[in-house]
């Protein structure tokens, strides 16, 4: 379910207000391209507070709704806000670490990167993650990736980099000299020359053979 509903349904239970689908949807808009601008806020674990009253505030704004209590709607945000894996990321996890390779998470993210794969059951099936906000650069700054190679104990030359973002991802993997694979989960399976392109991740083990 995407967050909307679930935002519609905790104002609904803890203000008693009522709104619509559609402002719900514009709210939560509103609040990710304002989290994706200001993440690398999130750093430690102050940063992460006051990062998600900001985008708390966001929604208030956006809402029109100035006297809902910004401590409530901080939780009513996060509760919203849910993350499943994609059903091929398990299996394709433990396929990969049974052939010997090592898993690094490395996404543009707040420091919450870990609770989140703890949360969803990946985080036993990674050697490591780091977000951008640890790293202090975004993709497709090279640095995450760099910080994520020290973790695998990897060269560059030796590691791939997964992702769905052709300038965030492929950019990043580009200019840490690692062979960046672009997964496409919808739609025709397309690449630039020299990137690989999968549509599911069970296709990396073959990849990688």
Request: with cysteine.
């Amino acid at each position: 379910m995407p967050p909307a509903p679930r935002l519609r349904l905790g104002l609904r239970e803890r203000f008693g207000l009522e709104v619509s689908e559609a402002d719900a949807a514009l709210a939560m808009r509103a609040e990710i391209a304002f989290y994706r601008a200001h993440l690398h806020l999130g750093r430690d674990q102050a940063g992460l507070d006051g990062l998600r009253r900001r985008c708390a505030e966001v929604l208030r704004d956006t809402l029109a709704a100035p006297g809902l209590e910004l401590g409530a709607l901080t939780e009513v945000l996060l509760a919203a806000i849910r993350f499943e894996p994609f059903p091929d990321a398990v299996p394709a996890l433990r396929d990969l670490r049974a052939a010997g390779l090592r898993l690094v998470a490395a996404s543009n993210w707040d420091v919450s990167l870990h609770e989140q794969l703890e949360r969803t059951g990946l985080r036993p099936l990674l050697d490591g993650a780091v977000s951008s906000a640890e790293a202090g650069a975004a993709k497709p700054d090279p640095a995450l990736l760099v910080r994520a190679l020290a973790i695998a104990g990897a060269e560059p030359g030796h590691a791939w980099h997964v992702g769905d973002d052709l300038e965030a991802d492929v950019g990043a993997a580009r200019a840490a000299g690692v062979r960046p694979v672009l997964i496409v989960r919808e739609g025709p399976v397309a690449a630039p020359a020299g990137v690989a392109a999968i549509a599911s991740l069970a296709e990396l083990l073959t990849l990688c053979a």
